[in-house]
């Protein structure tokens, strides 16, 4: 199976190894497409997002990379954007002004009179906190507005991929909401008609499971499936923090995908491409 990945992150943001290092690990694990995509700036202060001010070092680091592996590996330059209405400008007049080669559209932070839910990190307690404070503990108002965000995002921007679209059962497990419940679903095939109506390509991010955050990916099986049955482009990504998690899950995730109904798998290669399973 040829081997990629286009979701990684770096030391320019919350990541733990240089773009260097991730670059001879993908090289190592016989990786021949890889993309850095840094968590874009957002605008306000943070310890997880690429800061204003390193931008250019950035895209230029990354265009020396290119040039150097260019005998071992392609390479590619990418951003994963937050999508955060009225506060952010457009994700894809950014991701045109900075040249990348394709864009991720992520929904980390969810917008509501009250501020900003954090959905995502490592802390349960952040999630809980600010799904109290931002809709007062109404977990339906909460995971509707996370997928209507979502939803907003692939129709105005239509990101090349869309990032890890179920992440909001992360720190649920099973507390607030059950996955089968009717109006959870009825959320995710608005969101996954979305896609399909714009010829979005999903990743099927394999982080949570290696990470013992979820036990299933993101999107869970059952979404996974939904994709195969609405012919929903998909990608796999390992969503990479570490060196040593470049290519984590990726040969699983790969035989999930064909046992769920799934005939191909696209990667970049300057265009989009299938490959078969």
Not at 169 to 179: A, G, L, Q, S, W
Not at 180 to 205: F, G, V
Not at 253 to 259: I, N, R, Y
Request: with cysteine.
């Amino acid at each position: 199976m040829l081997k990629f990945s286009f979701h990684s992150h770096s030391t320019y943001c919350d990541g733990k190894n240089t773009l260097e290092e991730m670059v001879l690990s993908a090289i190592d694990k016989n990786i021949k497409y890889f993309g850095f995509s840094a968590h874009s700036p957002v605008p306000f202060e943070n310890d997880f997002g690429l800061q204003e001010n390193e931008i250019s070092n950035y895209l230029n680091e990354t265009k020396q990379l290119k040039s150097k592996y260019k005998d071992k590996i392609k390479l590619f330059t990418s951003m994963e954007f937050d999508y955060i209405p009225i506060i952010s400008q457009s994700i894809r007049e950014k991701a045109k002004e900075y040249e990348l080669d394709y864009f991720i559209g992520s929904v980390h932070l969810v917008a509501s009179e009250n501020g900003l839910w954090f959905t995502d990190g490592s802390k349960q307690e952040t999630y809980d906190n600010g799904l109290m404070k931002c809709f007062n503990g109404d977990i339906r108002k909460a995971v509707g507005a996370f997928y209507n965000q979502t939803i907003e995002m692939i129709e105005n921007e239509k990101p090349d991929i869309v990032g890890h679209f179920d992440k909001v059962k992360m720190h649920n497990k099973d507390r607030y909401f059950k996955e089968d419940e009717t109006w959870y679903k009825d959320l995710i095939m608005q969101t996954i008609e979305a896609m399909k109506e714009n010829n979005s390509i999903c990743e099927i991010n394999t982080r949570g499971v290696y990470k013992g955050r979820s036990n299933d990916y993101f999107p869970q099986t059952s979404w996974i499936k939904e994709l195969a049955n609405k012919k929903v482009r998909v990608t796999i990504s390992t969503d990479c923090h570490k060196k040593e998690e470049v290519d984590l899950l990726f040969e699983e995730c790969s035989q999930h995908l064909k046992a769920c109904g799934h005939k191909e798998v696209w990667y970049f290669d300057g265009n989009w491409k299938p490959i078969s399973l």
